[in-house]
């Protein structure tokens, strides 16, 4: 057989781990050939591939982002691309396509699995937020280093006694921002499944004020909302080919709020990017590496219109159909944790 492997949408630590994991697997134990394919989409639009073999894949476990390049390239949305993607495909002679990304790069895949080109899924994204998957690659790492930053903000808040705002990726879930801030001993944590009102962030700032304690951490999700607000706060008014705005900066706008409401020096730190980047922990290249194989093994037994997913601690398949158009959201016994620490 021969596989195509691509990579789409935000880059994600562990996609080097799965890509190698589905190389040696097809390789070793099938026999077939791979082709990696470039930047996403574009690439089975474009025709951008490139061979994939032990020697291409040798020492990128640890590695960060993609040797194969992404992109947010939505393949169902100029008209036409459906059919060169058909027609590349016949061309490179793909009996298949692992497609390793999020719910828009899963979706695609469903949608192009039933236009009749076999596709397998892998659940890949920082924000855990796919439906069918108990953890999504990326996830473990996003979170390891909001932890790590929450705990180095924590000492210069004790320090100049102020209110450490940190600002967290997820889109439009809180998975990030919850585990982090339970684990970094936030004192208040903001998610987009809650909304609260300003009064209320600032209720559970003046409490530990009253408390005597001299400082706060606050952990907001980028897509946190307020009650008495118009919606998201968003960077700018651009989307991507999926319809997506970029969120972030309501961190800043929680920050200045808590100052004039509580009275107490405040600053908001923005994890940004840094949050997608570097190595991948070992939970991630792990399951990166299960999920790869995984993926194989469905290709070469022409079980395709599949995700790879984690159940407890066992590795099984969820429809492809059934993961696209919502989203998982927070358990909210987590956070009735979570709450036990606040103010």
């Not at 589905?22 to 791979?34: E, H, L, P």
């Not at 996403?40 to 390049?69: E, F």
């Not at 107490?264 to 730190?269: L, M, S």
Request: with cysteine.
């Amino acid at each position: 057989m021969q596989i195509g492997i691509l990579t789409g949408g935000g880059d994600c630590p562990g996609l080097n781990a799965a890509i190698r994991a589905v190389t040696r697997r097809s390789i070793k134990t099938y026999g077939s050939t791979v082709l990696g394919i470039r930047n996403g989409w574009a690439g089975l639009i474009n025709n951008n591939t490139s061979p994939l073999d032990l020697v291409s894949v040798s020492g990128i476990l640890h590695r960060g982002g993609t040797i194969l390049g992404t992109s947010r390239t939505n393949p169902m949305k100029n008209e036409g691309d459906i059919d060169r993607i058909q027609e590349n495909v016949g061309k490179l002679g793909l009996d298949a396509v692992v497609a390793i990304g999020g719910e828009d790069t899963l979706g695609a895949a469903a949608a192009l699995n039933d236009a009749g080109i076999p596709m397998v899924g892998l659940p890949k994204t920082i924000d855990n937020d796919i439906v069918g998957t108990d953890m999504t690659f990326g996830f473990d790492t996003a979170v390891t280093i909001a932890t790590d930053a929450i705990d180095r903000l924590h000492t210069t808040a004790e320090s100049h006694h102020r209110v450490m705002v940190i600002e967290v990726m997820g889109r439009h879930t809180g998975w990030i921002a919850i585990k982090s801030g339970i684990a970094g001993g936030a004192d208040c944590i903001l998610i987009p499944e809650v909304p609260m009102t300003l009064d209320e962030v600032c209720a559970l700032v003046k409490q530990r004020i009253d408390r005597g304690k001299t400082f706060s951490l606050v952990v907001v999700a980028e897509g946190f909302t307020m009650k008495d607000s118009q919606g998201h706060v968003t960077q700018d008014d651009k989307v991507d080919e999926f319809g997506h705005v970029r969120l972030g900066g309501i961190g800043e706008v929680i920050g200045v709020e808590i100052e004039r409401r509580a009275r107490i020096e405040t600053r908001v730190t923005t994890l940004g990017y840094t949050q997608r980047g570097g190595s991948p922990t070992p939970y991630d290249r792990v399951l990166a590496t299960r999920y790869g194989v995984t993926a194989a093994d469905l290709v070469h037994s022409g079980d395709s219109g599949k995700m790879v997913a984690l159940k407890g601690s066992k590795i099984g398949t969820v429809p492809l159909a059934e993961v696209t158009g919502r989203i998982r959201t927070v358990d909210m016994e987590l956070y009735d944790i979570a709450q036990v620490f606040f103010g």
